[in-house]
């Protein structure tokens, strides 16, 4: 099992930066794949980003990519997603998740209870 708890969500005006955080403890966290996803209001959850194991790869999605970075301090046991030039169009719960695998794009297996991020126009 894995406990994925993320923080750093809040409001921010657009244009502006924040960071998200995922805390994981459980099994070893460094053997797993780790993504960002998010959820928009009366939208489904959509994949945003996702790292390998050892941080060597990385995966966007199109509306977040030059915008968007994700990274993992294994030492830490925790994976950042530094998001800047916020939209309003960002505004969502922003969801951890961990695979069981070393490299996953879509497939993933522990998720996290959110944070909810708010861009203001």
């Known amino acids: 099992q894995v406990q994925l708890v993320e923080s750093g969500g809040g409001l921010v005006q657009a244009g502006g930066s924040l960071r998200l955080s995922c805390a994981a403890s459980?099994?070893?966290?460094?053997?797993?794949?780790m993504a960002w996803f998010r959820q928009a209001p009366g939208k489904e959850r959509e994949f945003k980003a996702t790292?390998?194991?050892?941080?060597?790869?990385?995966y966007y999605a199109d509306s977040v990519k030059g915008r968007f970075t994700i990274a993992r301090d294994n030492a830490k046991n925790t994976v950042y997603l530094q998001m800047d030039s916020l939209k309003p169009e960002d505004t969502a719960v922003y969801y951890c998740?961990?695979?069981?695998?070393?490299?996953?794009?879509?497939?993933?297996?522990?998720w996290g209870q959110g944070t909810q991020v708010t861009v203001s126009s």
């Open positions: 459980g099994r070893a966290f460094s053997g797993h794949a």
């Open positions: 790292l390998s194991w050892s941080g060597g790869s990385t």
């Open positions: 998740a961990a695979s069981i695998k070393r490299w996953s794009i879509y497939d993933f297996d522990y």
